[in-house]
């Protein structure tokens, strides 16, 4: 499954399969870029970053890809499970002081 | 132990009333913030401080007033609470800029204004 952030918030995949969460980014000099899950009731956590000069970079099961021409992020979730359903953000900062911008959000529901 | 703690996890209160919101982080960050999310998930941030300075103040109502005694905590205090204060507030904290500076978060305080 392929969402796009802004446009298309919600994302339903099953377990299984891969997902795609798109987001743009609106500052074409932001070098680095966070994408965060979060769980129901609780704070966002730190999945993966990447900083401007990668074009890829690979986690556990997750993997970050930027695309800077396009100013594009996308995360991709390898085998998705249950435990994966959550809202993810894409964040880049802010140009004035240690801030960051999150994006709008995609939710993404696992069906068993 | 927990990173960054915020209480109460709830909160339900009438409208004009005044309630605090206390945060503490044990990672020996320098910088600490609040976000606010409103029903659509939408995270915006409210205030920064570094090092108990207060470096960030976006347009916020002057009815929300953050205090940091020291650089492990930051409180936030809303006078005259209105209907639409309602959100998950959510504290949290960074190393500052530099290699990394992302952030950890708090698990976030639920307001709801009656």
């Known amino acids: 499954g392929e969402s796009v952030g802004l446009h298309l918030p919600t994302l339903s995949v099953q377990e299984g399969d891969n997902s795609i969460i798109n987001c743009a980014y609106s500052?074409?000099?932001?070098?680095?870029f966070i994408w965060y899950k979060q769980e129901s009731g609780k704070g966002p956590q730190f999945i993966i970053d990447i900083r401007s000069n990668m074009d890829k970079r690979q986690g556990q099961r997750v993997t970050v890809l930027l695309n800077k021409t396009v100013k594009h992020l996308s995360l991709q979730i390898a085998a998705t499970q249950p435990g994966d359903s959550a809202v993810y953000f894409c964040a880049e900062p802010k140009n004035t002081g240690n801030q960051f911008y999150f994006g709008t959000g995609t939710s993404l529901t696992v069906i068993p | 132990d927990t990173a960054v703690s915020q209480t109460p996890k709830y909160l339900v209160t009438q409208m004009g009333n005044d309630k605090s919101i206390k945060c503490e982080q044990n990672l020996g960050h320098d910088t600490m913030y609040w976000y606010k999310q409103d029903s659509k998930k939408f995270l915006k941030i409210m205030f920064s401080?570094?090092?108990?300075?207060l470096i960030i103040n976006e347009t916020v109502p002057n009815r929300f007033s953050p205090k940091s005694p020291d650089k492990a905590h930051l409180n936030l205090h809303i006078n005259s609470l209105e209907l639409g204060d309602s959100a998950v507030y959510f504290c949290a904290s960074s190393w500052g800029q530099g290699d990394n500076y992302g952030y950890t978060f708090g698990s976030g305080t639920r307001l709801t204004v009656v």
């Open positions: 401080y570094n090092n108990k300075e």
């Open positions: 500052n074409s000099a932001s070098d680095y």
